[in-house]
């Protein structure tokens, strides 16, 4: 587990975790295409891991779920805590490392949202998550559309690369970008299958908040999500 300050956002989180609340590309695209996405969680045990600033938790408690939020940023776990209570636990971890305080086939959801573009090994991640879901259950994740990145950066679309940007709060954003058929063979390669794709699209409340947003991303590709599946024995 990194020290703190070695995390991407520590130092960032308590301005990520603000504009996130109300931004078009969270508030307005990726929360509610991955909510939707998710179903009923009512009952269930639901891992949202790089759960950031919790705001993914929030929702996952009011929806009835039992959440459990990890993510490798100090700042962000105490964020989390802070917005959840008892309501969730949350706890430090690094998803580049084995999730050793986890048992097997201890989640019926996993939630990953715009974290899986950071790792390191993708595949291996993905296998360890797989272990601590139940036969039958669910891991949804969001990333980058794989046309946005080429759109924006150039380059050979089906040239898998590291992307570097900077934001506006002054963090250096650096993440991989690959063709989509190479995150399908990753999910296929940790023993998931695809049980459906979704292309982003904005919720109707960003034409009212974030106009050029909405018009930008109504006609053009920004996130992809899916949700994979592990196969019942």
Request: proline share 7%; net charge negative; glycine share 8%.
């Given at each position: 587990?990194?020290?703190?300050?070695?995390?991407?956002?520590?130092?960032?989180?308590?301005?990520?975790?603000?504009?996130?609340?109300?931004?078009?590309?969270?508030?307005?695209?990726?929360?509610?295409?991955?909510?939707?996405?998710?179903?009923?969680?009512?009952?269930?045990?639901?891992?949202?891991?790089?759960?950031?600033?919790?705001?993914?938790?929030?929702?996952?408690?009011a929806?009835?779920?039992?959440?459990?939020?990890?993510?490798?940023?100090?700042?962000?776990?105490?964020?989390a805590?802070?917005?959840?209570?008892?309501?969730?636990?949350?706890?430090?971890?690094?998803?580049?490392?084995?999730?050793?305080?986890?048992?097997?086939?201890?989640?019926?959801?996993?939630?990953?949202?715009?974290?899986?573009?950071?790792?390191?090994?993708?595949?291996?991640?993905?296998?360890?998550?797989a272990?601590?879901?139940?036969?039958?259950?669910?891991?949804?994740?969001?990333?980058?559309h794989?046309?946005?990145?080429?759109?924006?950066?150039?380059?050979?679309?089906?040239?898998?690369?590291?992307?570097?940007?900077?934001?506006?709060?002054?963090?250096?954003?650096?993440?991989?970008?690959?063709?989509?058929?190479?995150?399908?063979?990753?999910?296929?390669?940790?023993?998931?299958?695809?049980?459906?794709?979704?292309e982003?699209?904005?919720?109707?409340?960003?034409?009212?908040?974030?106009?050029?947003?909405?018009?930008?991303?109504?006609?053009?590709?920004?996130?992809?999500?899916?949700?994979?599946?592990?196969?019942?024995?």
């Amino acid at each position: 587990m990194p020290p703190p300050g070695d995390a991407l956002y520590d130092g960032f989180a308590e301005s990520f975790a603000r504009e996130a609340a109300v931004s078009a590309y969270n508030a307005h695209y990726d929360r509610p295409t991955v909510l939707s996405l998710l179903g009923d969680v009512n009952g269930l045990d639901v891992l949202d891991a790089g759960c950031g600033p919790g705001l993914y938790l929030s929702e996952l408690a009011a929806r009835g779920a039992r959440p459990v939020g990890i993510d490798q940023s100090t700042d962000m776990v105490r964020l989390a805590g802070e917005r959840l209570g008892a309501l969730a636990q949350v706890r430090q971890h690094d998803l580049a490392q084995p999730l050793t305080w986890a048992d097997d086939e201890q989640f019926d959801t996993i939630l990953l949202t715009l974290v899986l573009h950071y790792l390191p090994d993708r595949v291996r991640t993905l296998r360890e998550l797989a272990r601590v879901l139940r036969p039958g259950g669910q891991i949804v994740v969001s990333t980058s559309h794989p046309t946005a990145d080429w759109l924006a950066h150039g380059g050979g679309y089906f040239a898998a690369s590291h992307v570097e940007e900077s934001w506006s709060n002054g963090m250096t954003h650096r993440y991989w970008h690959q063709p989509l058929q190479d995150w399908l063979d990753e999910f296929t390669a940790a023993g998931l299958f695809l049980d459906r794709l979704v292309e982003h699209q904005p919720a109707p409340s960003m034409a009212r908040h974030h106009p050029a947003d909405h018009e930008r991303l109504s006609n053009q590709p920004g996130f992809i999500a899916v949700r994979l599946r592990k196969r019942r024995p």
